[in-house]
């Protein structure tokens, strides 16, 4: 007999010898297909909306199409808060043209210029302003798929934003997304509670504008690529044919700040460059924009390293903890020194052995961890998330105007000396020295790890390792990469960051690396005893205020210099101004 296959009367009704015979039966027509690639081309991000009201019936179909979007999980996160009070819409305009200010500030002087001509957001046009939050409360690793990547959650709501956008395009309506915000300040706008983060602001109406194609395309502020140059086949290429960074802005102070500076400072009763390099750095910062710095931040980040197995430190692992510990109970040393210098304190545990160390914020690498010598000391993956971190908590950091740094970590100097020797191509007899209490037969071992590591690192990479984030993933360490990141957000935000010895100069090095631009932003608290680190601070431009011969660590370098720089504005500030 030939027995009927039985079919379901719900779900899938398809028989496997259905989709072998046809595997794409599932299409849509095409008409359907080319209306959508239609809808999807056409959509623009605008800026310019009419007065008339959306149809309540259209706009429930456009949330519906945000609603069908895919979430890990299905989880779900995305919520949509309407805003339509004139009011709020007013207060958020106001938010958003005061943060376009900042940004053009960042900018080289023409990309600043460029930006204030061109219209970047319609939040008092439109009639409907649709604020996408991510309700993140839910613990990561209760969510299916978001234990490993945490951040999907903020990816299914990008996803919904996408569906809401073409779904709007398709019935004839405008969106623009503006992101001119700083993100506590929207959030505490429309009183979300803690764990739920805004992904900006969509301004929602019929459009006011029919732009052809894309808006900074049509003004020429950048160009869409060819699709040739981001698709790549298996892995990340050679260096020599990878795709070019995205384009950076980030301005330096440009020249009539600079000759601002030094032209006030020729006013002073007193002679010409009379404070030497504190001067010379006072005129530096306030060709930034600061005349003053009213308090400051000290960014400590800690972690241990597997490289110490090789008796490269004098000091057990435990000390990192111990010292993290003391400064979480506001007794360690950069923490006295921090609050001596009328700084506040942001502790960051990146990574001590152990678990979580409480009153820290926890930074950590999610994959195992190398020794250097024998593997790398981060995955890929950790590095960059690492960096991002940092460079969230820099820019939060930045608000203090001054952000000091510094770094706890048994063997990070080793470490430190192998960024050094890669980043600058010197051997390892040039970089690495004695150490807070190294004898002789440590420093051996110590240069015989190193030169291991970058031996490894040729090895591995070829003449092809430029990037400063592969040096930093192959022999770098969780807090050096916070610290970069940290370096990268202060900066963009326009603070003035204090460097302390040679850890936190490298995590500077790699910055600057990363975006030229970091380099106005930076002084060098000190010079420590690190044999490597005049290398670093001559290769950065930075001429160290203070060469005490301290081996603190923890930033007790940068604390003391950051007092320095303080008075020396407010000595610059008081001083008598003369007449010509």
């Not at 049509?218 to 044919?241: F, I, Y």
């Not at 500076?261 to 924009?289: E, F, K, N, V």
């Not at 052995?353 to 250097?372: H, K, Q």
Request: glycine share 10%.
């Amino acid at each position: 007999m030939v027995w009927e296959r039985p079919v379901p009367l719900i779900g899938d009704v398809s028989a496997a010898s259905q989709r072998a015979g046809d595997p794409a039966g599932w299409a849509f027509p095409e008409a359907a297909r080319q209306a959508f690639y239609d809808v999807l081309a056409a959509r623009r991000d605008m800026r310019r909306f009419r007065p008339d009201p959306v149809d309540p019936e259209i706009l429930t179909r456009v949330l519906a199409a945000a609603h069908a979007a895919p979430s890990v999980g299905h989880s779900q996160p995305w919520r949509f808060v309407l805003v339509r009070d004139p009011a709020t819409r007013e207060r958020a305009a106001l938010m958003a043209d005061q943060q376009r200010l900042r940004q053009v500030e960042q900018m080289d002087p023409e990309s600043g210029l460029r930006l204030l001509d061109l219209q970047l957001e319609g939040i008092r046009e439109a009639p409907l302003g649709v604020v996408v939050c991510c309700d993140r409360r839910a613990p990561a690793a209760g969510v299916l798929g978001r234990a490993t990547f945490v951040d999907t959650d903020l990816w299914s709501c990008a996803c919904a934003i996408q569906n809401l956008w073409l779904a709007a395009r398709a019935e004839g309506l405008g969106v623009g997304w503006v992101t001119l915000f700083d993100p506590d300040e929207l959030a505490a706008l429309l009183a979300l509670p803690a764990g739920v983060v805004t992904l900006g602001w969509l301004c929602l109406g019929w459009p006011d504008e029919r732009p052809p194609r894309p808006g900074l395309e049509r003004v020429g502020w950048s160009r869409k690529l060819p699709l040739s140059q981001v698709v790549l086949d298996e892995r990340w290429p050679a260096d020599e044919v990878a795709p070019a960074p995205p384009p950076s802005r980030l301005r330096a102070p440009d020249q009539s700040a600079v000759v601002a500076a030094h032209d006030a400072a020729d006013r002073l009763l007193s002679p010409p460059g009379s404070l030497g390099l504190l001067s010379q750095t006072t005129d530096r910062i306030l060709a930034l924009g600061h005349t003053e710095l009213a308090g400051g931040v000290l960014v400590l980040a800690a972690a241990d390293h597997p490289v110490a197995r090789h008796r490269v430190s004098a000091y057990p692992a435990r000390v990192t903890r111990e010292v993290l510990e003391a400064a979480v109970a506001g007794e360690a040393m950069g923490v006295a020194a921090a609050r001596a210098a009328g700084l506040t304190v942001d502790l960051v545990d990146a990574g001590v052995t152990g678990p979580p160390v409480p009153g820290a914020r926890e930074i950590r690498c999610r994959d195992p961890r190398g020794d250097l010598v024998g593997a790398d000391a981060m995955s890929r993956d950790d590095t960059d998330r690492l960096v991002e971190a940092g460079r969230g908590l820099g820019a939060e950091a930045a608000t203090h105007g001054l952000v000091a740094l510094g770094e706890v970590g048994v063997a990070n100097t080793t470490v430190a000396a192998a960024l050094t020797c890669a980043l600058l191509d010197l051997p390892p007899a040039a970089v690495v020295g004695l150490g807070a209490g190294a004898d002789s037969a440590m420093v051996d071992r110590k240069r015989a790890a190193v030169s291991a590591a970058t031996t490894r690192l040729h090895a591995a990479y070829g003449g092809s390792a430029r990037d400063p984030l592969t040096f930093l993933a192959a022999l770098g360490g969780p807090e050096i990469a916070v610290l970069t990141g940290v370096v990268l957000g202060a900066a963009e935000r326009g603070a003035v960051v204090v460097l302390d010895g040679l850890a936190t100069s490298v995590a500077a090095l790699i910055a600057v690396g990363v975006e030229p631009g970091v380099a106005a932003h930076l002084v060098a608290g000190q010079r420590s005893r690190e044999l490597g680190h005049p290398r670093v601070l001559t290769q950065l431009g930075c001429e160290p205020l203070l060469s005490l011969r301290v081996r603190a660590g923890e930033g007790v370098g940068a604390c003391l210099a950051s007092a320095m720089i303080r008075h020396a504005l407010t000595i610059r500030r008081d001083t008598a101004r003369v007449t010509y």
